[in-house]
Nanobody, 127 residues
């Protein structure tokens, strides 16, 4: 059974930090690129906040560069998203996803394939 489970969300004040974790099982983890995506209240899901590839690359959109860092541990089948200098605009449900094909469009990265998705973890940044 495939499982993708996010954790680490919560309420934080503007300027604060959070680290999200994504634990995956049930598929060959190091065959996949892993990304973090977010969906703010009342908005569509955005392109990836970061994608870490199975060949050692990491991609970020300009909106989070310098504030978000994602990393993966292929031994633990876990990906982390470290977020600093959080802003109220970062408030969203953050989803972890595994995909094989990455596409880039208009400054954002997406997965072309459906892959595997978690249920999300809520991040709320208060002003």
């Amino acid at each position: 059974e495939v499982q993708v489970v996010e954790s680490g969300g919560g309420l934080v004040q503007a300027g604060g930090s959070l680290r999200l974790s994504c634990a995956a099982s049930g598929f060959t983890f190091d065959d996949y690129n892993i990304g973090w995506f977010r969906q703010a209240p009342g908005k569509l899901r955005e392109g990836a906040s970061c994608i870490t590839t199975n060949d050692g690359n990491t991609y970020y959109p300009d909106s989070v560069k310098g504030r978000f860092t994602c990393s993966r541990d292929d031994v633990k089948n876990t990906v982390y998203l470290q977020m600093i200098a959080l802003e109220p605009e970062d408030t969203a449900v953050y989803y972890c996803a595994a995909g094989k094909r990455i596409t880039y469009w208009s400054g954002n990265y997406y997965f072309e394939d459906d892959g595997y998705w978690g249920q999300g973890t809520q991040v709320t940044v208060s002003s």
